[in-house]
């Protein structure tokens, strides 16, 4: 089971991946984008994944959490992307954090159950 945020899926300004020393633009910094971009290692994916995401995170847009979401359905993955609307890269407002715990802890119950064991067969 994953519970992370995406870092960049596709995007040239990879977020806070890139040091601020280095633009996106220069070689070392595309190098590094290269090497660690979760792009390159789709084919892997395999693990249940619940991916959150806040629509005013200016500094990775909505559209990497959709893109990872598709891949994964694609891969036929187990996944589920909720999407905050009125939030940035931390969940704050009072409802929203209410239904944040409720969707983390739904996911802990349904990949990792009661009795810590996992309900999901691996391939």
């Known amino acids: ?15 806070e991946e890139v040091p601020q020393t280095r633009r996106p633009w220069e070689a070392k910094a595309r190098k590094l984008n290269e090497k660690y971009s979760p792009a390159n290692f789709v084919h892997q994916w395999a693990t249940p994944q619940l991916l959150i995401h806040g629509s005013k995170d200016y500094r990775l847009p909505e559209t990497e959490g959709i893109a990872a979401f598709h891949a994964l359905q694609q891969r036929g993955v187990p996944s589920r992307l909720v999407i905050f ?5 931390w969940v704050l407002k009072h409802g929203n954090s209410l239904k944040w715990h409720f969707e983390v802890l739904r996911w802990f119950d349904q990949f990792v159950g009661e ?3 996992s309900d999901v067969s691996h391939k």
């Open 1 to 15: 089971m994953v519970i992370q945020r995406m870092n960049s899926f596709s995007s040239i300004t990879n977020g």
């Open 115 to 117: 009795d810590g064991r």
């Open 85 to 89: 609307p009125d939030e940035n890269h």
